[in-house]
C-alpha cells in the first residue's frame, strides 16, 4: 500500500522532447513537492504545492512545470528537455508546510529521468 | 551554495558500536533540523528531527544533537545495526527554505 508513488520509475528520451512525471500519495497530506537530485547527489527543492497553490518556486527553468489537478496529485511536466536534466526526480509530500517551513515529509521512490 | 554540509561522504563502523554523523550548516535562519535514511532505489525516509529550541532529540537508537552557536548537528545511532547501512541526508528549514547535504553513506559490518 505505497504511500507516495511516482510513474515511471524510469524514463529515457532525447533531447528536445517534453515529457511528464505523475506523482500520487494516499497519506491525505496537504502539501507535495518535488525534488531534484543531481549527479553530487545534492536534494535540491523544486516546487511545493499546498492546498493547488504553489507556494515554493526555485529558480527552475520554466521548461519545468508543476501540475496539481487535485490535493492528491502533483505531476511535472518537463518541455524541451537537456541533458542537464538527467537526475533523479523524487516526489514528496507532508501535512501542512510547518511554523518553520517544513515538516516531515513522505519522499516517493523516485524517477530516474536519462536524457540522451 | 552549500548552505548545509556534510564532510563525510562515507562512514564505516562495526555492528553494536556508536555511529556519529555530521552535519554542518551556515544559514542563521535554519531553526527546524531533520536526518533522513535512503536505502539504493528507494525515496529517502523520515528518521529524527530536532527544533532550535532545543539541544538533543532522542528516539529509540537515534539521537540528534545541535550546537546552535557552532551550526552544526550530529546523528548518534547506538547500537549500530547492518541494516542501518544507508546514506544519511542532514536537511535544515527556516524561513520557507529547505536545504539538504549531500549525504552519508553508513556501512554497518557485522
Known amino acids: 500500500d505505497t504511500a507516495v508513488s511516482q510513474t515511471p520509475k524510469y524514463l529515457v528520451t532525447q533531447m528536445g522532447n517534453d515529457k511528464s512525471i505523475k506523482c500520487e500519495q494516499n497519506l491525505g497530506h496537504d502539501t507535495m513537492y518535488w525534488y531534484k537530485q543531481d549527479s553530487k547527489k545534492f536534494l535540491k527543492i523544486m516546487f511545493s504545492y499546498n492546498n493547488k497553490e504553489l507556494i515554493i518556486n526555485e529558480t527552475v527553468p520554466n521548461r519545468f512545470s508543476p501540475k496539481s489537478p487535485d490535493k492528491a496529485h502533483l505531476n511535472l511536466h518537463i518541455n524541451s528537455l537537456e541533458l542537464g536534466d538527467s537526475a533523479v526526480y523524487f516526489c514528496?509530500?507532508?501535512?501542512?508546510?510547518?511554523?518553520?517551513?517544513?515538516?516531515?515529509?513522505?519522499f516517493g521512490p523516485g524517477t530516474r529521468l536519462t536524457v540522451l | 551554495d552549500q548552505q548545509v554540509k556534510q564532510n563525510s561522504p562515507s562512514l564505516s563502523v562495526q555492528e553494536g558500536r556508536i555511529s556519529i554523523l555530521n552535519c554542518d550548516y551556515t544559514?542563521?535562519?535554519?531553526?527546524?533540523f531533520l536526518w533522513y535514511k535512503k536505502y539504493p532505489a528507494e525515496g529517502p525516509t523520515f528518521l529524527i528531527s530536532i527544533s532550535s529550541i532545543k539541544d538533543k532529540n532522542e528516539d529509540g537508537r537515534f539521537t540528534v544533537f545541535l550546537n546552535k552557536s557552532a551550526k552544526h548537528l550530529s546523528l548518534h545511532i547506538v547500537p549500530s545495526q547492518p541494516g542501518d547501512s544507508a546514506v544519511y541526508f542532514c536537511a535544515a528549514s527556516g524561513n520557507n527554505d529547505m536545504r539538504f547535504g549531500a549525504g552519508t553513506r553508513l556501512t554497518v559490518k557485522p
Open positions: 544559514n542563521s535562519m535554519f531553526d527546524y
Open positions: 514528496a509530500s507532508s501535512q501542512g508546510f510547518g511554523t518553520s517551513g517544513f515538516n516531515e515529509q513522505f
